[in-house]
T-cell receptor, first 113, second 114 residues
Framework: QKEVEQNSGPLSVPEGAIASLNCTYS??????FFWYRQYSGKSPELIMF????GDKEDGRFTAQLNKASQYVSLLIRDSQPSDSATYLC?????????????FGKGTKLSVKP | KAGVTQTPRYLIKTRGQQVTLSCSPI?????VSWYQQTPGQGLQFLFE???????NKGNFPGRFSGRQFSNSRSEMNVSTLELGDSALYLC?????????????FGPGTRLTVL
């Protein structure tokens, strides 16, 4: 069973701090990883994706991938109250000519003013 | 460019009925995937369509089916509705659905089964 695991939280950080969200995956064949943000009552919104080992930065967001440890993380710098949401980690289950996302259950982030 | 659209946004049905949900992907996207989201199970993959063909299927019973039209619009159908089918149904589109192509979600259809 291919799984993606996340700490459900809630993770609470003060405004301006760095929020660190973590995710592990079970399928070593997974190559692509995605972070989505989901506000309550809304659909998931893609934040960023990462394919290669190491760090990938986009504005206040940094995704980190360690394939040897099967670990993905998302850092949010200078956290804002508007970042309060559930963050979903997903691995692309790619098999030949098809692919689907396997999602973790999400980590709820709360940024306190 | 317009995003993924889903209709209807809300639906209330009773047990035993059937329902059809519609998804229009982002223009140019040929892959449409469907997911079910519930508080207990999170987001679970239902199936994916590309060029009118189902390419991939999740672990859902045969009551859940779908199809894709030549314009890439997709529909999913749930027959003989059960209380446990109450969920947010999301569709996501991407250019090919393969590695390297991000999936973008529509607003979802909230289905309530009474």
């Amino acid at each position: 069973q291919k799984e993606v695991e996340q700490n459900s939280g809630p993770l609470s950080v003060p405004e301006g701090a760095i929020a660190s969200l973590n995710c592990t995956y079970s399928d070593r064949g997974s190559q692509s990883f995605f972070w989505y943000r989901q506000y309550s009552g809304k659909s998931p919104e893609l934040i960023m994706f990462i394919y290669s080992n190491g760090d990938k930065e986009d504005g206040r967001f940094t995704a980190q991938l360690n394939k040897a440890s099967q670990y993905v993380s998302l850092l949010i710098r200078d956290s804002q109250p508007s970042d309060s949401a559930t963050y979903l980690c997903a691995a692309l289950n790619y098999g030949g000519s098809q692919g689907n996302l396997i999602f973790g259950k999400g980590t709820k982030l709360s940024v306190k003013p | 460019k317009a995003g993924v659209t889903q209709t209807p946004r809300y639906l209330i049905k009773t047990r035993g009925q059937q329902v059809t949900l519609s998804c229009s992907p982002i223009s140019g996207h040929r892959s449409v995937s469907w997911y079910q989201q519930t508080p207990g199970q999170g987001l679970q993959f239902l199936f994916e369509y590309f060029s009118e063909t189902q390419r991939n299927k999740g672990n859902f019973p045969g009551r859940f089916s779908g199809r894709q039209f030549s314009n890439s619009r997709s529909e999913m159908n749930v027959s003989t509705l059960e209380l446990g089918d109450s969920a947010l149904y999301l569709c996501a589109s991407s250019w090919t659905g393969l590695e390297g192509n991000e999936q973008f979600f529509g607003p979802g259809t909230r289905l309530t089964v009474l």
